[in-house]
């Protein structure tokens, strides 16, 4: 019922909205981008997260700590389906991020998550393109180089790189869950320099 109600809410607004800054959730296409949990700022969103219209998200860092941000389905759930009426577990999502730390990144690292605090284990379904060894679909303009596991977690690290503080960076992400739910979380962690 509460699903339906939120559902029904964020229709009235249109799919590709932008929101007031500040204001959460964030829709784009069939889900919805939240920065509910602190620690960074969502700022502008466009696209549907298709491959040709991906998912744009603005946001800025306040931190070089970890930050999380919630995703959610805002329409109906339906796997294996290209119909745009549904939440089918596949988002094309590119993050431009700026780090406003005031701290260097020196790495930058994605962990998906389908309980919060918990491993995204291999069997859930959830990751960055599992199914294909070499992608084209995980890149970033300031990151010369990626690596990918998927056991025991979902994770994505961007390494050979650098962003100063007050710079931005850019990050391409395919986002496939072949059992999808209703919410899950995306775990955004710049790593700076060591000493």
Same mark, same amino acid.
């Given at each position: 019922?509460?699903?339906?109600?939120?559902?029904?809410?964020?229709?009235?607004?249109?799919?590709?909205?932008?929101?007031?800054?500040? &204001?959460?959730?964030?829709?784009?296409?069939?889900?919805?981008? &939240?920065?509910?949990? %602190?620690?960074? &700022?969502?700022?502008?969103?466009? +696209? !549907? +997260?298709?491959?040709? =219209?991906?998912? $744009?998200?603005?946001?800025?860092?306040?931190?070089?700590?970890?930050?999380?941000?919630?995703?959610?389905?805002?329409?109906?759930?339906?796997?294996?389906?290209? !119909?745009?009426?549904?939440?089918?577990?596949?988002?094309?999502?590119?993050?431009?991020?700026?780090?406003?730390?005031?701290?260097?990144?020196?790495?930058?690292?994605?962990?998906?998550?389908?309980?919060?605090?918990?491993?995204?284990?291999? %069997?859930? %379904?959830?990751?960055?393109?599992?199914?294909?060894?070499?992608?084209?679909?995980?890149?970033?303009?300031?990151?010369?180089?990626?690596?990918?596991?998927?056991?025991?977690?979902?994770?994505?690290?961007?390494? =050979? %790189?650098?962003?100063?503080?007050?710079?931005?960076?850019?990050? !391409?992400?395919?986002? &496939?869950?072949?059992?999808?739910?209703?919410?899950?979380?995306? $775990?955004?962690?710049?790593?700076?320099?060591?000493?």
């Amino acid at each position: 019922m509460l699903f339906a109600i939120f559902a029904a809410a964020t229709a009235l607004a249109g799919p590709n909205e932008t929101r007031a800054e500040g &204001s959460s959730p964030w829709i784009a296409g069939a889900y919805s981008y &939240s920065d509910e949990l %602190g620690g960074f &700022s969502i700022t502008g969103i466009s +696209g !549907s +997260g298709t491959r040709t =219209d991906p998912v $744009v998200l603005e946001q800025e860092l306040n931190s070089a700590s970890p930050v999380t941000m919630v995703i959610r389905a805002v329409k109906p759930i339906r796997g294996h389906t290209l !119909s745009e009426e549904f939440a089918n577990g596949f988002i094309h999502i590119r993050l431009e991020t700026l780090n406003n730390s005031g701290l260097p990144w020196a790495e930058f690292e994605f962990e998906l998550q389908e309980l919060r605090g918990l491993p995204s284990l291999y %069997g859930d %379904g959830l990751s960055f393109d599992q199914r294909k060894v070499e992608t084209e679909t995980s890149k970033s303009d300031r990151f010369a180089s990626y690596s990918r596991d998927f056991e025991p977690y979902d994770r994505l690290r961007f390494t =050979d %790189g650098f962003v100063d503080a007050l710079r931005s960076v850019s990050f !391409s992400l395919f986002i &496939s869950d072949f059992t999808p739910k209703i919410e899950f979380y995306l $775990v955004q962690d710049p790593r700076i320099p060591s000493s």
